[in-house]
């Protein structure tokens, strides 16, 4: 996959999650499937080729999600919401671009320093304390 057809799927996909999204209202809350029956869906062999990035959001949308539990749904009161907003997702995305391993301060610094400033940020105004420097190596 090149630069032009991630650009290409990453649309493609961002258009599949909001619409599902836009429509979890109208799912099961709880999927109606018994064990095993993923194995009438797919294949028992893996593909010989790539498939079409289009197949693979089909497979999604007919094999994955109907057996799903939506926790996103307005009809889900069990347990907690996960973390699947917009602003959420796109950070994922980001977040996914701009992994390292973290080991060592220096591989990863500026997020480091980010995130504690952040961090800091976001607790002094939670507690409405006055402004002091948190990240003592930045």
């Known amino acids: 996959m090149d630069a032009e057809e991630f650009r290409k799927c990453g649309k493609e996909l961002v258009d599949m ?20 029956y993923i194995r009438d869906l797919v294949p028992n062999e893996a593909p010989e080729k790539a498939e ?3 197949d693979v959001l089909k497979d999604v949308e007919k094999v994955i999600i109907p057996g799903m ?5 307005p009809h889900f009161h069990a347990y907690f919401p996960t973390a699947n907003s917009y602003p959420a997702m796109c950070a994922d995305i980001l977040g996914s671009a701009l992994t ?11 997020l480091k320093c980010q995130k504690n400033l952040y961090r800091g940020a976001y607790a002094r105004h939670m507690a409405e304390s006055p402004m002091r420097i948190v990240c003592c190596v930045c």
């Not at 599902?20 to 018994?34: A, G, N």
């Not at 060592?104 to 610094?109: C, E, Q």
């Open 52 to 54: 079409k990035w289009q």
């Open 100 to 110: 390292c391993i973290g080991f060592t301060w220096s591989l990863r610094y500026s």
């Open 17 to 36: 999650v909001a619409n599902y999204l836009e429509t979890i209202r109208q799912l099961p809350v709880l999927p109606d499937v018994q064990p095993g």
């Open 69 to 73: 539990t939506h926790w996103s749904s």
